[in-house]
């Protein structure tokens, strides 16, 4: 795809080379996001940030990036702080932020009105997240972070094994994620939910046309028996009519540290987009895995900065300029990554 310019808004609208150079992108970022480097190839640029829902790592490790690149940004967060709340349309609003930014990264609760707002945007928008929708930012990490994990522990991305385990109903990162799994060959996919938060039909039905062994489960210790990636998620309780409809699902599927040691294979990845609910009834990551040097997901959560830079550097048309405007960093940078 013609990246300069573009929206992005759907994992839908790639190719699998587009995947590959954005990872291949990313990887060229990591000297930047450890403060090993600094870059200034987006001076002058504003990223404009418009957060409809709660959000810390997407918004802000989208701001991160744009200021790693060298770049600024302004941002709203919720619709109390906008005009939205006056009733402004997202037309409008798109029309007026576009004058003031280079670039906009968007969530709203809302399916579609992401596209919606980019419709009218005259500058490119990035999809945050559009209700249960889709969060394409959030499954190119994510396949980034299982390539690289996978990679670690000498086994073929080729044969991917993965479960997605929990609310794949209303969890707008695994719809994203099986859609780029869709440009892949011979992944093994078990989806582990209850009955009632299966993932859509039509998204079960792509990832078999596409050829992938599907298998759909209510249990969780045999589904994570033999795969390469346990990619847990957590309830999504702002999409259900009440909590006590949430509180029927929460706590259903948990993975500890015992379950882990007696059904998983050896080096097992753990992964999820986070934030895990870590609440008492929930905890579907224990955090007595915090210490398995298996759990992937804050790893995960740093490579958020490295595809969101990616992603800015091939929107803004500057992969080749990225390197000319950097120079070394002095202060200490110890620890990251
Ligand atoms: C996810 C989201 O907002 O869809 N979080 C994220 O962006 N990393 C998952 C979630 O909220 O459960």
Not at 78 to 102: M, N, P, Q
Not at 125 to 148: F, K, M, W
Not at 324 to 335: I, K, L, P, S
């Amino acid at each position: 795809m013609q990246f300069a310019g573009s929206h992005i808004l759907s994992i839908q609208q790639f190719e699998r080379e587009d995947v590959e150079q954005i990872f291949t992108i990313a990887d060229r970022m990591v000297p930047y996001a450890r403060r090993e480097r600094i870059t200034r190839v987006l001076d002058g640029a504003i990223l404009g940030s418009m957060f409809f829902e709660p959000s810390t790592r997407t918004r802000v490790s989208f701001g991160s990036a744009f200021n790693l690149l060298g770049g600024e940004v302004r941002e709203t967060t919720g619709f109390e702080s906008t005009a939205i709340a006056k009733g402004e349309s997202l037309y409008d609003t798109a029309r007026v932020l576009s004058g003031y930014s280079d670039v906009i990264a968007m969530r709203h609760p809302k399916e579609g009105s992401v596209a919606e707002f980019a419709a009218a945007s005259r500058v490119p928008v990035i999809n945050g997240g559009d209700g249960s929708n889709e969060h394409p930012s959030q499954a190119l990490l994510d396949l980034y972070t299982i390539r690289s994990e996978v990679a670690a522990r000498g086994r073929p991305l080729s044969q991917l094994r993965i479960a997605m385990v929990g609310d794949l109903r209303f969890g707008r990162t695994v719809h994203s994620l099986c859609k780029l799994l869709n440009l892949f060959d011979g992944v093994q996919v078990v989806l582990v939910s209850p009955e009632a938060l299966r993932m859509p039909a039509d998204i079960v039905e792509s990832l078999r046309e596409t050829g992938h062994d599907v298998l759909e489960s209510e249990r969780l210790e045999e589904s994570i028996a033999h795969v390469d990636i346990v990619y847990s998620t957590r309830i999504q309780e702002e999409r259900f009519n009440s909590q006590e409809e949430a509180d029927l699902y929460r706590g259903r599927f948990r993975l500890n540290q015992s379950i882990y040691t007696h059904h998983c294979e050896p080096n097992t990845v753990i992964m999820h987009p986070l934030p895990r609910d870590s609440r008492e009834h929930a905890r579907e990551l224990d955090e007595d895995l915090n210490d398995n040097p298996n759990l992937a997901i804050f790893r995960q959560a740093d490579n958020g900065l490295l595809v969101r830079m990616a992603l800015f550097a091939l929107i803004l048309d500057v992969v080749d300029q990225v390197d000319t405007h950097a120079r070394d960093v002095g202060w200490y940078t110890a620890g990251r990554f």
